[in-house]
């Protein structure tokens, strides 16, 4: 609703293609919120930016054929697999919070595609004002069967507004200026930092420990996503993969 007031999106002037780019776009930033939050209902929240990672490395890898690549995704998926650790009784990691995050990952490659295309076609915030709309629209039946009637207790309504503005509107509308401005790989090298920082704040703020093995996984995952960005030939996010 914010985005709405701030830049008062028109749907005419725009054709039938700009207009369901917007709305895949949507779909995308819906169903990434969605997974992601299932996912840290379930897993620690280092662990689930982490695996949620795997998205953006493939943005950055998709359609390459250098054996480098192939480093940085065997490193990825190394790391990802020590966060898991099936060989363990039943894994480290809950097996429903693990696909959550893939789920979000997938949405998250999806969104670095589809955000570098709205923000072509679309002037300053009114295509990501359009797509947080579809967005709100595809997760609002999963809150509403979860939450009910509290999703209106005042102190909740607050809290939620904060996360919004936290999570979603700061975050992607920088987000989309900045692929309006640098490229891809610059942008996914900035980004692979996302599971270092989701570890610190999920050990200082939430008190979720982590193991040596851990540690050592997740500083694979960010290697092999700012390896992968720094290499890349081409900016992946603004042309289809």
């Given at each position: 609703?914010?985005?709405?007031?701030?830049?008062?999106?028109?749907?005419?002037?725009?054709?039938?293609?700009?207009?369901?780019?917007?709305?895949?776009?949507?779909?995308?930033?819906?169903?990434?919120?969605?997974?992601?939050?299932?996912?840290?209902?379930?897993?620690?929240?280092?662990?689930?930016?982490?695996?949620?990672?795997?998205?953006?490395?493939?943005?950055a890898?998709?359609?390459?054929?250098?054996?480098?690549?192939?480093?940085?995704?065997?490193?990825?998926?190394?790391?990802?697999?020590?966060?898991?650790?099936p060989?363990?009784?039943g894994?480290?990691?809950?097996?429903?919070?693990?696909?959550?995050?893939?789920?979000a990952?997938?949405?998250?490659?999806?969104?670095?595609?589809?955000?570098?295309?709205?923000?072509?076609v679309?002037?300053?915030g009114?295509?990501?004002?359009?797509?947080?709309?579809?967005?709100?629209?595809?997760?609002?039946?999963a809150?509403?069967?979860q939450?009910?009637?509290?999703?209106?207790?005042?102190?909740?309504?607050?809290?939620?507004?904060?996360?919004a503005?936290?999570?979603?509107?700061?975050?992607?509308?920088?987000?989309?200026?900045?692929?309006?401005?640098?490229?891809?790989?610059?942008?996914?090298?900035?980004?692979?930092l996302?599971?270092?920082?989701?570890?610190?704040?999920?050990?200082?703020?939430?008190?979720?420990?982590?193991?040596?093995?851990?540690?050592?996984?997740?500083?694979?995952?960010?290697v092999?996503?700012?390896?992968?960005?720094?290499?890349s030939?081409?900016?992946?996010?603004?042309?289809p993969p």
């Open positions: 609703m914010i985005l709405v007031v701030l830049w008062r999106p028109a749907l005419g002037g725009h054709s039938r293609g700009d207009l369901r780019t917007a709305g895949l776009f949507g779909l995308a930033l819906g169903l990434m919120n969605w997974a992601f939050y299932e996912s840290i209902e379930r897993i620690p929240l280092g662990p689930a930016v982490t695996i949620e990672f795997l998205g953006p490395l493939a943005v890898v998709a359609g390459s054929r250098r054996a480098l690549d192939a480093v940085w995704v065997a490193l990825a998926a190394a790391g990802v697999l020590a966060l898991a650790r060989w363990e009784n894994g480290d990691l809950d097996a429903l919070g693990v696909g959550f995050a893939l789920a990952g997938a949405c998250w490659a999806a969104y670095i595609v589809l955000s570098a295309r709205t923000g072509r679309f002037p300053g009114t295509g990501l004002a359009i797509a947080m709309v579809v967005g709100a629209l595809v997760t609002l039946p809150g509403v069967v939450g009910g009637f509290d999703l209106l207790a005042p102190h909740l309504i607050g809290a939620a507004a904060i996360v503005l936290a999570s979603s509107l700061i975050p992607y509308s920088l987000e989309l200026e900045a692929l309006r401005r640098i490229p891809a790989n610059v942008f996914g090298i900035l980004l692979s996302d599971p270092a920082l989701a570890a610190l704040a999920g050990f200082v703020v939430l008190d979720q420990s982590l193991a040596a093995l851990d540690v050592a996984a997740i500083g694979a995952v960010v092999a996503s700012a390896g992968a960005a720094a290499t030939r081409a900016p992946v996010a603004s042309e």
